[in-house]
C-alpha cells in the first residue's frame, strides 16, 4: 500500500508533524496494523518524532516502533490497532467525533471542526464482525467525513488476465488465497450498507488514479466512501501475491533483488536519497501553515463566540468544568429503595448539564439501561428526522462490540467522554474492544446493567457469572459494583475523572436499599468499613446487592454473639490505589474474612479468607427464588459465617488476606 500511503499523506492529509495533537487534523488509522512498518517510515519521512534509528529498532524491546501501531507511544499514531477490524471501528468513531463537535461549535464563517478520518483497511479486518457492525451503522449515520481504503491484495496474476471487480476470491490471507473462507462481494456488502464505493484497479502503479479516488471521496458528504484498492501483496518481490510474504521476512537475495529493481543500492540499508526528505518536509510546512491559520480562526471565533469559545477550549484541553460534581446525588438511609441502574440514570440526568463532553448510547436497551437523558436529542443525520448531528444519544443498535470499539474512536478524538450501555453480561460480545480501552487508556464508561442472578427470569443465559473476574483481572480497567445510591454516584466520579482508564459499572435490576454508613467520599476509595465492630469475630466483604445481604447476616451474627464488621468493596481497582495502612485498616488482621458475592469466587482470594458465591451457572425464576436457590439470603450467609467462625477458632490471630510476600 506504499503509493496510496505516499499519495494521500503527501496530497491529501491534513496535519502537523511538529505538533501531532492539533485538535483539527485529519485522522488516519491503520487498521490492519500489522502493516505498521509502512506507518513509521511515513511518519519517520514527514518528520514527527521517529528517527532513523527507531526504525532500525523495528520489533525490538523498548523502541518506539513496536509490531502494531500503539497510541501513546509513537508520535502520530491516533489509535492502537493489530486485532484485526478494531481499527475500522475506531475510525467511524473518529468521525462521529467529528460530525459532531462541528455540529455543536461549527458557526457561519467558521468551519473550525471539518477534519477527515482515513482509514486503511484489508481482508482480515473486513471478515471481523466488529467492522461489519460499525460499517452498517456508518451507512444509516451518512458519514461523509470518512474514507475507508480497501487493501484488496491478490495473488499474482499473468499478463493475459485482468482484474476482476468481483472476484475477491483471488485475495491473499495467513492462511493463502481467501478462496477458502472468504469469497463474499465486498463491494455489494457495502453498497447495501449505504456507501459509496469507488475503484482503483492498479493500486500497485496508477498514481494518477489513487488521487482521483480520493479527490472523488473527499466530495461525496452523505456516504461514507470505500475505494476498493486493488493491490499486489510483495510487489515487486520474489514471493509477491503470495501468502510466503504476508508475515515473514524476504531473504537476502530477494532482498538485493528488489532494490535493484526500485534503483536503490543492493548492498546497503536504510538508505534514504535528501530529496525524498526535502519532498516530505514540504508536507510538513503545509501542515504548519494549515495549524496556524487555524489558530488565527479559533482566535476570531472566540471574540465572536466567547462562551462556545471557552467551552470548546475546555474539551480540547481535556479539563472538567469547575464543580461539576457538586451535582452528583446523594442519599441517606431513610431514601427509598432503587435499583443501581436506576440510580445510574439519575445520577447522568443530574450531570449531563454541566457535562456536555459525555456522548452516550446503548446497544437497544435503552429503556432497560436507562442511559438516555431526558431531553437529550439522539445523533442522527438530520436529512433522517430522528435527530442531529449534534445529539448526544447514539442509538448503536444491536452492535456491542462496534459500540465499544467505536467508543474507543470518539474518545481518541479528544473533547469527548463516551459511556455505552449493554446488559453485563453482553459486554463480553465486546471484549476485543474493552481490552484495547484498557491498553490505550480510553476513557470509555460502560453502563453494565442486569448485573447477577438478581435479574430473575431471563436466567443463565443472561446472568452474568464469570463476567466480573474477566473485567477485574484486565489491566487499567476500573469494575464498579455499587451498593447504593452514594456508591453509584462516587462511582461515576471516579470514572469522570479517571482521563485515562475505562470503567464498567455493574448495576442491579432490583431494587437496593441506600445503606447507613455510606458516602460518596469513602466509597471514592474503593472499599471501606460500612458496618464497624471492635475485637470482631468475622468480616464479610461484599459488593453490589450482596452488602445488604451482608449487612442482614451480620445483624443475625450479632444476635448470637458473633460480632461481624461488613467492608463494602464496590471497585478491587480503585481500592488497590489506596495506601497500605488504609487497606489494612478496612481488612485488617485478626479475624477471618468471608467474602460474599452473586457471581464466580475468582480473584476473591486476595481480598478474604474464604469465598462464597456461585459455583456454576445461575437459574431462571423470581429473583428472590434464585437467590434462595443458591443460599445467598441473610439466613444461609449467617449459617456459613458461623462455620467460617468455627473453623479458624483456635488457630491464633489471623493475618489480614492482603498481607503477602509478593505485591505485584
Known sequence: MAPVAHVLFSRFLNANPKNSKWFNRDRFVLSNG?????QYVLLHLLGYKLSLDDLKAFRQLGSKTP???EAGHTDGIEVTTGPLGQGFANGVGLAIAQAHLAAVYNREGFNLINNFTYVFTGDGCLMEGVASEAASLAGHLQLGNLVVIYDDNRKHIGPLEVYSLTASHVDISIDGDTAVAFTENVEQRFLSYGWQVLHVNDGDNDLAAIYNAIAEARKESTKPTMIRLRTTIGYGSKQQGTHGVHGAPLKADDVAALKTKFNFAPDQTFQVPQATYDFYTEFGKRGAELEAKWNADL??????????????ARRIAGELPADWEKSLPVYK???PAVASRKLSEIVLTAIAPALPELLGGSADLTGSNLTKVKGSVDFQPPSTR???????????????HAMGAIANGLHAYG?????????????????GAVRLSALSGHQVIWVATHDSIGLGEDGPTHQPVETAIALRATPNLNFWRPADGNETSAAYYVAVTSKHTPSVLSLSRQNLPNLEGSSVQVARRGGYVLHEEADEDLTIVSTGSEVAIALEAAGKLKAEGIKTRVVS?????????????????????GAPVLSLEASSTAGWAKYSHEQFGLAAWGASGPYQKVY??????????ATVGKKVVEFYKGKGPLASPLRKAIHL
Open 34 to 38: 500489522h502493516a505498521c512498518a509502512l
Open 67 to 69: 509490531g502494531h501501531p
Open 299 to 312: 482566535t476570531a471565533y472566540g471574540q465572536k463566540y466567547p462562551i462556545e469559545h471557552a467551552e470548546l
Open 333 to 335: 438511609p431513610s431514601d
Open 386 to 400: 430522528l435527530g442531529t448531528y449534534a445529539g448526544t444519544y447514539i442509538r448503536y443498535g444491536v452492535r456491542e
Open 415 to 431: 473533547g469527548i467522554i463516551p459511556f455505552v450501555a449493554t446488559f453485563l453480561n453482553f459486554v463480553s460480545y465486546a471484549s
Open 569 to 589: 468493596l464496590p471497585s478491587w481497582f480503585t481500592f488497590d490505589q489506596q495506601d497500605e495502612e488504609y487497606k489494612l485498616s478496612v481488612l485488617r488482621d
Open 628 to 637: 434462595e436457590k443458591f443460599g445467598i439470603t441473610g439466613s444461609n450467609i
